[in-house]
């Protein structure tokens, strides 16, 4: 059984930073295509960072510069670095791992505060 949980949420304020990890069991992190999106209230869920098996990555342009998506290949984790966050950024995170079905986790929440 798969299973996505992400963790490593918070309130922080602007120009902080925060890490958060999506821990995967029941399939392997390196071999697929692990994103970040993110879905603030009342917007439509949004691709924030990918990176696929051979550790390519693309980024929204609203977060390029800022997070860092990494996997840990070992662990079966996958990381997302929120550097510099910016009142924007608030939204619930999900991890998302894509084989031939679409897998989610269960979301964290950030809250960048003003």
């Known amino acids: 059984q798969v299973q996505l949980v992400e963790s490593g949420g918070g309130l922080v304020q602007a120009g902080g930073s925060l890490r958060l990890s999506c821990a995967a069991s029941?399939?392997?992190?390196?071999?697929?295509?692990v994103a970040w999106h993110r879905q603030a209230p009342g917007r439509q869920r949004e691709l924030v960072a990918q990176?696929?098996?051979?550790?390519?990555?693309n980024y929204a342009d609203s977060v390029k510069g800022r997070f860092t998506i990494s996997r840990d290949n070992a662990k079966n984790m996958v990381y997302l670095q929120m550097d510099n966050l910016k009142p924007e950024d608030t939204a619930v995170y999900y991890c998302?791992?894509?084989?031939?079905?679409?897998?989610w986790g269960q979301g964290t929440q950030v809250t960048v505060s003003s």
């Open positions: 998302k791992l894509t084989l031939t079905n679409e897998y």
């Open positions: 029941g399939i392997s992190v390196s071999r697929n295509t």
């Open positions: 990176i696929n098996s051979v550790r390519n990555t």
